[in-house]
T-cell receptor, first 108, second 113 residues
Framework: SQQGEEDPQALSIQEGENATMNCSYKTSINNLQWYRQNSGRGLVHLILIRSNEREKHSGRLRVTLDTSKKSSSLLITASRAADTASYFCATNDYKLSFGAGTTVTVRA | DAGVIQSPRHEVTEMGQEVTLRCKPISGHDYLFWYRQTMMRGLELLIYFNNNVPIDDSGMPEDRFSAKMPNASFSTLKIQPSEPRDSAVYFC???????????FGSGTRLTVV
């Protein structure tokens, strides 16, 4: 079953702009993870945030987690054409359950 | 490290044939997962192993699917007989601990005609 649900389904932005996508989930989690998938490729792990953490940064990525609202957000700052991809959140109890993903297009 | 290695990258087979997908996880990763990705259903977990032992196979769609992990460095996913609705991209992933990120292979794109 798909635990995480991303919003929006698709996002188109200009290079240099920020991209924000949200993830909602249903049950309690140990951690939440974000992945990127370029067209025709495997998923790449971006960042993991534990249930007792509220915010985490990695380079141009910022992830927040609100366990009371069962939601998370991923912010990509100063987007580049290479950020064009699908982004998935995945909730982790003992196995990862993925949402349907947000497709991000960064226009040059 | 070469990452998670899957073979073949592409497989086209006729309905009714047996298909075997292969995966080599990252050395030292105790968990191995098989996922299937389709446009309609997204990413679905089929089965996962811990220390070569199948832990949860509730996602395996039917008896035509079977998976094995004879040792820590190799796993197979077999479909026999294959059907057109099995067409999908099959991913293998591994992780070191329960609290770590997953490393995915490049996937096997299976087309059953």
């Amino acid at each position: 079953s798909q635990q995480g649900e991303e919003d929006p389904q698709a996002l188109s932005i200009q290079e240099g702009e920020n991209a924000t996508m949200n993830c909602s989930y249903k049950t309690s989690i140990n951690n939440l993870q974000w992945y990127r998938q370029n067209s025709g490729r495997g998923l790449v792990h971006l960042i993991l945030i534990r249930s007792n953490e509220r915010e985490k940064h990695s380079g141009r990525l910022r992830v927040t987690l609100d366990t009371s609202k069962k939601s998370s957000s991923l912010l990509i700052t100063a987007s580049r054409a290479a950020d064009t991809a699908s982004y998935f959140c995945a909730t982790n109890d003992y196995k990862l359950s993925f949402g349907a993903g947000t497709t991000v297009t960064v226009r040059a | 490290d070469a990452g998670v290695i899957q073979s073949p990258r592409h497989e086209v087979t006729e309905m009714g044939q047996e298909v075997t997908l292969r995966c080599k996880p990252i050395s030292g990763h105790d968990y191995l997962f098989w996922y299937r990705q389709t446009m309609m259903r997204g990413l679905e977990l089929l089965i996962y192993f811990n220390n070569n032992v199948p832990i949860d196979d509730s996602g395996m769609p039917e008896d035509r699917f079977s998976a094995k992990m004879p040792n820590a460095s190799f796993s197979t996913l077999k479909i026999q007989p294959s059907e057109p609705r099995d067409s999908a991209v099959y991913f293998c992933a591994s992780r070191r601990t329960q609290d770590s990120g997953y490393t995915f292979g490049s996937g096997t794109r299976l087309t059953v005609v």
